[in-house]
């Protein structure tokens, strides 16, 4: 069987069709206010359940439980807090509001409660830093000052160009069900794979029935692949090294803390919602800069006994002259001076040279895909 | 500010006590407390009863027909 959800039940949070145009008739009755993009996004997997059990934005006894316990108040795992936060309430807590991405009315959310919180106690249990430089934390520092909790209802989804990748945990779990998948490994992503990617992710497809990519969209840093560029390389590899019975491919948005350790079991259970049974713990996970030793995460599960999802710890994969092939430390017993370590920094210097990686590092078929955008970075 | 997570206090016998006890620092655990909590954790987690899908039949093949159209499925 797929993992079951979360908490036990998959969450849906999607008004009904009437119920949705009476609300978008008489927006101007409710309180209006402004989200950014990554908020929209969080509704959006709230809605659709990557996010189950959670029903909306947290509140302060779920944030605080969060923050100490790395669990929600009622015991369930949950490592990042899922939070919406405000500049200044124009609003009671027991309102119904609605809530704007651009002009776009995106959810009404039932204000449970308004509450305050301190920015450094929130940088300090989640990213283990304070240091502005963190792009996590450089975000909370950014945040409003009130927080608020409370359900949410989508009516709007934003414009997704690659609706067409994008699959809902109800229609992965479909998927895995037809294609007679009872275990599945899910790998998260968010780069053009190379052969240390295609080893860990074939090294892990060896113990189970299938294996979910699962490219996580969204903003992104300059020098990051674009979205479609990641996705058309993947699609390439597929066509020509990955089993059809056995590997699928679909995308989720989600916008990243760089958590690390923390954010590492946040996209375990996400991946737990759309019925995964297996994910894979990369090195350095959701890690950024050197804050997180880069086996950091793999330690942090032994805590989640009951998480739902079993982690799979696949070292880094090399190439090593004198073995002739991709191995990781573990197999390969000749030294460093064999070894090539493929960076996903110096593949993109090569690509940005125009210099073609050997085939070691990255299959031609993918190159070919990189090469075939004028900039396949985002600026 | 936030409140450290509560605890109760719970009565085992001593004899089972002492034997957890001596298992604790090779299972890799500082404390009897701790290394009870994740036994229990774990235990709870796998008798978690299992929950129905809550999709209908013609729900489910609304989603096949999408997953037949995107390619997902022949
Ligand atoms: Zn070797």
Known sequence: MVSKPHGGKLVRRIVAERTRERILSEQSEYPRVQIEHGRAIDIENIAHGVYSPLKGFLTSDDFGSVLDNMRLSNDLPWTIPIVLDVEKPNFDEGDAILLYYEDLPVARMHVEEIYTYDKKEFSVKVFKTDDPAHPGVARVMNMGDYLVGGEIELLNELPNPFAKYTLRPVETRVLFKELGWKTIVAFQTRNVPHLGHEYVQKAALTFVDGLFINPVLGRKKKGDYKDEVIIKAYEALFKHYYPKDSATLATVRYEMRYAGPREAIHHAIMRKNMGATHFIVGRDHAGVGDYYGPYEAWDLFDEFPDLGITPMFIREAFYCRKCGGMVNAKICPHGEEFHVHISGTKLRKMIMAGEQPPEYMMRPEVYEVVRSFENPFVE | ?74
């Not at chain 2, 089972?16 to 655990?29: C, H, M, Q, T, W």
């Not at chain 2, 229990?40 to 008798?47: D, G, K």
């Open chain 2, 1 to 74: 500010m936030m409140e450290m997570e509560e605890f109760v206090e719970v009565k085992i016998p001593k004899s089972l006590y002492d034997r957890i006890k001596e298992r604790v620092e090779e299972a890799g655990f500082d404390s009897v407390d701790e290394y009870v909590t994740y036994v229990l954790r774990e235990v709870l987690a796998s008798l978690e009863e299992e929950e129905e899908e809550v999709f209908s039949e013609e729900e489910e093949e609304k989603v096949k027909e999408r997953l037949r159209a995107l390619g997902y499925l022949d």
